[in-house]
């Protein structure tokens, strides 16, 4: 019995390293160049107010009113990850987006809405 809860417990202990370890995949894929890009809106209350008005636009749909998601595919926009994530890691997941898990490339939209979004999702953060 003692056994079989070790074995139990080791498990689910790989298993919560192996998920923790793959929910930052994402930030991995990006680029030196694009995680060290500062955001050029960074503390522009005007640049948070546009970025609101995009949230509103383009990810409210998804991601819900107050940035909670789905609880499933969408993820949630307040959280630790997101937090652990450089402007420049956000700024290049929403230019390249990842269609396997439902996230549209925002590429088409121009770049400096793409940094205003990013102020916005860093101002509701906090």
Known sequence: MILRKCVVFLSCLILAAALGATSDVRWQQVPAADHARPNPFLGQPEAVAAG???YREHCL???????EGDGHKRPALRSERLRAATDGD??????QGDLRHGMPSWSSIPIEQRWQLVAYLRSIQK
């Open 52 to 54: 609101a008005i995009l």
């Open 61 to 67: 749909q998804c991601h819900k009113p107050n940035a």
């Open 90 to 95: 956000i700024e290049w997941f929403l230019r």
